[in-house]
């Protein structure tokens, strides 16, 4: 009797479609979501299919409802005036039909509301924690031509490896200038424009504005982590990289087992440097556009289960810690100790590109650095470009669905809480 009393079962039972890709081919079965009201008209509880259970409150499902008076059909935008709407209101549902349920809400100034929200914002709207990442034990590779194949799975492939491993390498790449920027342009449609604009040259110069355009060594480290948004995939194509020279091997290291490591060996270190903020900056007066960008924030951002979700590690463009005395002794220790995490790494891969190799890596989530070099009379030359993380999820996001394939999207350490 009490379960009765608790739930009220409405006819909110349909039919949904579920199919699923094989090598045999598409299946498709017909399986029934059924939605229940809770007694008093406060929330709305869903059984899915594979039995899983979730509930929406009805102030949930009031600001999201998806009928024309509250989104715009074409932009998907939403027009409801939230001041309009109270927390405490009831909800009862018409039915469903077409993916759709249909809602009715009444408010206790007495406004009401009929309207209705998509079995797929539902479940796309249920909470999740940020997908652990796997390993790579080694460069994942795709060629040039696989990418611009007919059905598209080849790009899919190539975003994937990105998405799961945050790094990839593409051969048979044409060694011509700018070819990054056609590269990037033709999946991403724009490069992200930076301080270097919008491609840059990694070649050893006399009088260098970056410390990457000398031969030297290149501790690991994220590119331009002093801006507010750092870029989030990195792109360098070889042009030309010489027999004779010496050294100059690319290395790779991927960070969320490393900062797990931290966090599970030394707590107190880790949560030290999810609180103390550092310095990161770029001050060059000397050079065709003078730069002064300074930005404040701690290595490591976490969610509120202190899951690792933004990372910040840049050691060249480190500026003066600004903390309280209290402060600085605990952060050059934690920060010593997972600096030394990251040197003795076995995860390291290294890597001697070729011309016509075109090494892509999640710059937010996968630390890069350069082994020195001497060029004895050769040459070494890179082209970089880099790629806004919103924009390589958006592409990765709409092409898994235009391909009807499970994306999958995985932390891509760019902040998100889910």
Same mark, same amino acid.
């Given at each position: ?5 608790? !739930? *009220? ?14 090598? #045999?081919?598409?299946?498709?079965? *017909? ?21 899983? %259970? ?22 998907? %935008? ?27 809400? *009444? $408010? ?11 079995? %797929? =914002?539902? *479940?796309?709207?249920?909470? @999740? ?13 795709? @060629? ?26 593409? #051969? ?13 342009? /033709? ?12 491609? !840059? ?17 290149? +501790?690991?480290?994220? +590119? ?17 990289? +010489? ?24 707590? @107190? ?5 999810? /609180? ?28 509120? $289960? ?10 060249? !463009? ?8 209290? +402060? ?54 890179? =082209? ?7 924009? !390589? ?26």
């Amino acid at each position: 009797k009490k379960s009765k009393a608790m !739930f *009220r079962r409405l006819s909110v039972t349909f039919a949904n479609r579920l199919c699923s890709v094989g090598q #045999s081919g598409s299946r498709c079965v *017909r399986r029934s979501i059924q939605s229940f009201v809770t007694a008093n008209g406060k929330e709305l509880s869903v059984t899915w299919p594979d039995g899983a %259970q979730n509930t929406f409150s009805a102030v949930w499902l009031r600001h999201n409802c998806e009928c024309s008076e509250c989104k715009q059909p074409h932009s998907g %935008q939403k027009v409801v005036n939230a001041t309009e709407m109270t927390h405490n209101l009831h909800i009862s549902s018409d039915g469903a039909s077409d993916g759709l349920v249909k809602l009715k809400w *009444r $408010h206790v100034n007495g406004l009401q509301h009929s309207g209705f929200i998509s079995t %797929q =914002q539902l *479940r796309e709207s249920v909470y @999740t924690e940020p997908q652990d990442p796997p390993v790579a034990t080694a460069l994942p590779h795709i @060629t040039h031509n696989e990418l611009y194949t007919e059905s598209k799975h080849g790009l899919w492939s190539f975003l994937k490896y990105l998405n799961d491993y945050g790094m990839c390498l593409v #051969s048979g790449v044409p060694a011509r200038e700018q070819e990054v920027k056609k590269f990037t342009e /033709s999946i991403f449609e724009h490069v992200q424009t930076t301080i270097y604009g919008e491609v !840059f040259d990694v070649v050893s110069t006399p009088k260098p504005i970056n410390i990457a355009y000398t031969p030297v060594k290149l +501790d690991l480290h994220m +590119d331009l982590a002093y801006y507010e948004s750092p870029p989030g995939l990195q792109l360098l194509h070889c042009l030309k990289f +010489d027999d004779c020279v010496t050294g100059g091997e690319s290395i790779l290291l991927d960070t969320p087992p490393v900062l797990e490591e931290l966090k599970r060996k030394y707590s @107190t270190y880790f949560d030290t440097l999810v /609180s103390i903020p550092a310095t990161f900056q770029k001050v060059h007066y000397e050079r065709q556009n003078p730069i002064h960008m300074v930005y404040r924030r701690p290595h490591i951002a976490v969610n509120r $289960h202190r899951k690792v979700i933004g990372f910040f590690w840049a050691p060249v !463009f480190e500026g003066p810690l600004v903390a309280s005395k209290e +402060d600085v002794g605990k952060y050059y220790e934690a920060y010593c100790c997972l600096s030394k995490l990251f040197q003795t790494s076995t995860l390291k891969i290294q890597h001697r590109l070729t011309p016509g190799e075109l090494l892509v890596f999640n710059n937010r989530r996968v630390l890069h650095g350069r082994n020195s070099f001497t060029l004895n009379g050769g040459m070494r030359h890179l =082209q970089g470009a880099y790629v806004n993380i919103d924009e !390589f999820k958006s592409t990765f996001e709409f092409l898994s669905r235009q391909l009807k394939l499970d994306s999958g999207v995985r932390n891509v350490f760019n902040q998100s809480f889910s």
